[in-house]
């Protein structure tokens, strides 16, 4: 029965459905809408989590800290009026993460409202939840427990690069080096959005391609499921060979006595690798 009830529930789990899409089989108000309000100032390097309603119209979120440096800004809780003035917000204390993800400041998760007002919520580490149960006199058992925990911080960016300019790119890539990581990757070439993309355990990608600049994008996965940001690095592909653009002497004149060294430059339309001594005594 309670099954079936949050399973007709319009909004079952985060991101809607299994797949996290995100869209609602409701199509809306089937009138105008008129906005109440559009923006609400958070911390700055502070990203939004999931917002939660309460009964009485005030919405909550989660806001989540990140920052390049050990010690970056601290997550937030945000309670919002209806109207879109802030209600109160609580901050956490900034701490080092204990997996060494030093990259990664406090983070909150997505706010749940319980019926009486309490607000729940989970931020990165080890949690472990308590539950009791209650007899008809009152008696109260022992704590059943169960240990998670809680990783959303992204791994480090693998580290890529390739030999240009190549006729035929070939990039490489290395391990970000995060403790956690499943040795997954997933890249695209010129663009950065790499959603939908295959993961794959290769560590190369080499790919017959007209002459012109490429840039691979590269990400890396955990062993939780977090992507990694992009890291990339360019290839100019050039299949053309050198042109000589000109060929000179050191004497202006170009005269030359017997036993005299001649130099001899050539200037070609764009950089070469050289080898030998063209030096000639005549």
């Not at 003035?85 to 204990?98: D, I, L, P, Q």
């Not at 030093?102 to 931020?123: H, L, Q, R, S």
């Not at 022992?142 to 300019?165: E, L, M």
């Not at 600049?213 to 992009?230: A, F």
Request: glycine share 10%; proline share 7%; hydrophobic share 30%.
């Amino acid at each position: 029965m309670a099954s079936a009830a949050w399973a007709e529930h319009p909004w079952p789990m985060y991101g809607h459905d299994a797949q996290c899409t995100g869209r609602s089989d409701y199509k809306g108000p089937d009138g105008p809408v008129k906005e109440k309000w559009s923006s609400f100032p958070i911390g700055e390097s502070l990203y939004i989590m999931g917002p939660s309603i309460a009964s009485d119209g005030t919405i909550y979120l989660g806001a989540s800290g990140h920052a390049s440096e050990v010690d970056g800004p601290p997550g937030k809780i945000y309670a919002i009026n209806p109207d879109g003035t802030e209600k109160w917000s609580f901050t956490a204390s900034v701490y080092n993460s204990s997996y060494e993800r030093t990259e990664w400041a406090y983070k909150w998760g997505f706010p749940t409202i319980g019926a009486d007002g309490t607000i729940y919520t989970v931020g990165d580490g080890a949690h472990t939840l308590h539950v009791q149960e209650r007899d008809a006199l009152g008696n109260w058992s022992a704590s059943g427990t169960f240990a998670v925990i809680v990783d959303t911080a992204a791994p480090s960016a693998p580290t890529v690069i390739g030999a240009t300019p190549a006729p035929i790119p070939n990039w490489t890539w290395t391990s970000g080096g995060s403790p956690d990581s499943a040795g997954k990757y997933r890249f695209r070439l010129d663009d950065n959005d790499l959603s939908g993309e295959p993961e794959t355990s290769d560590l190369s990608h080499t790919e017959d391609l007209p002459e012109g600049t490429y840039r691979l994008y590269v990400q890396e996965r955990d062993t939780v499921g977090n992507w990694s940001l992009s890291a990339s690095h360019d290839i100019v592909v050039d299949e053309t060979g050198p042109v000589v653009a000109d060929v000179s002497s050191e004497d202006s004149d170009d005269v030359y006595t017997q036993g005299e060294s001649l130099t001899i430059t050539v200037r070609f339309n764009e950089t070469v690798e050289v080898s030998g001594t063209p030096d000639r005594l005549i």
